[in-house]
């Protein structure tokens, strides 16, 4: 079995999906690029080389360079998926919510209902969330609780190259709108992804690491530091469960809820600001359907609420670490009613 990273899954699972399926498209701003220049007929594939050499197989009536404009493509995706395409529209930064929010929450998240049930709308709208690569306010947010809270979309946040893999196979083929969220940070995390197809439904976490003292539930980037902090603290004796629900929206509240009755204690591990977030949400969800079982509060680690600082000092201590993650740890082991 060969190890992958996060980049080379992208770009080999949208090149089989688009073998396979001729109706598959790929749509964004320059993911064929290099038009009228002589040469091969090949470009970078985006902004981060996920889709390099799928024009050359392709052609550019498949792989479509797109407008500056996320308004205008994001729509056209929409459009495509309720005629018999199924559009992978590439957002590059998600930090371009704003611009084409209307055509998410307003259009393709409506469709089937407003539609009577009757209109599919199978479109993966890929996209890049998360601080750390020194891009500014405006390209280092994770605005993934703003489109989970949206009825009508799915919401995936895969961690690993493996489950990248899995998720972006059931994104394809679902007949609704997915938002398919990858960290800045992890393109180049590798581990061995089996060459075959598979599968991995949405709305069924992952159990990361067994523990009973306390559950641990972490998003994306953070769940490699809530792995690290449950190793280093299991040579102490203090057994830590980490859950990556792999998507938002569907939610596995089950899995949660069936930890924390067993751990009586949880810590959510989210980059996004805390307020109105998706730690906030799974906090609400444990108090009112497993508080009998918590002995001690529940407690998020988030970034701060504040935009995200240019200075690389500052950038770092407001993304979410491990040893916030540890402090908080030990602060729900160490409470006493």
């Known amino acids: 079995m060969a190890k992958k990273t996060i980049r080379e899954v992208i770009h080999d699972t949208v090149q089989s999906e688009m073998r396979r399926d001729p109706n598959v498209i790929l749509m964004g701003e320059d993911v064929a690029g290099g038009a009228g220049c002589s040469g091969e007929d090949d470009a970078f594939g985006g902004a981060f080389g996920f889709y390099k050499g799928l024009v050359g197989e392709f052609g550019r009536g498949r792989i479509i ?7 205008a493509y994001i729509g056209a995706a929409a459009g495509a998926a309720m005629t018999g395409l199924r559009p992978i529209a590439d957002l590059q930064f998600f930090d371009f919510l704003g611009v084409c929010f209307d055509q998410i929450y307003n259009q393709m998240a409506k469709f089937r209902y407003m539609f009577g049930g009757k209109s599919d709308t199978p479109l993966v709208i890929l996209s890049l969330v998360g601080a750390g690569l020194r891009c500014g306010a405006q390209h280092s947010q994770s605005l993934h609780p ?17 489950d990248t ?112 977030s998706v730690a906030a949400d799974i906090s609400s969800i444990v108090a009112r359907k497993a508080f009998g079982a918590l002995q001690a509060p529940i407690m998020t680690v988030t970034a701060p609420h504040t935009p995200a600082p240019f200075s690389p000092v500052l950038e770092d201590l407001y993304i979410p670490g491990e040893d916030d993650i540890e402090s908080a740890i030990r602060e729900v082991i160490a409470y006493r009613r």
């Not at 360079?65 to 308004?71: K, Q």
């Not at 893999?165 to 800045?184: C, E, N, S």
């Open 146 to 162: 703003q489109v989970t809270a949206v009825p009508g979309l799915k919401v995936v946040m895969p961690e690993n190259a493996y």
């Open 65 to 71: 360079d797109t407008p500056i404009s996320e308004a």
């Open 165 to 276: 893999k899995g998720l972006l196979l059931t994104a394809i083929r679902d007949d609704d709108p997915v938002i398919f969220l990858l960290h800045k940070l992890q393109f180049e995390n590798a581990c061995e992804v089996p060459d075959e197809e598979y599968l991995i439904p949405f709305g069924e976490a992952s159990f990361v690491r067994e523990g009973t003292d306390v559950t641990v539930v972490a998003f994306s980037a953070m769940v490699a530091k809530a792995v690290a902090v449950a190793d280093r603290l299991r040579e102490e004796g203090i057994s830590v469960e980490v859950i990556d629900p792999r998507t938002t929206s569907p939610l596995d509240e089950e899995a949660i809820l069936e930890s924390v009755e067993m751990t009586g204690r949880l810590v959510v591990v989210d980059e996004a600001w805390e307020r109105c």
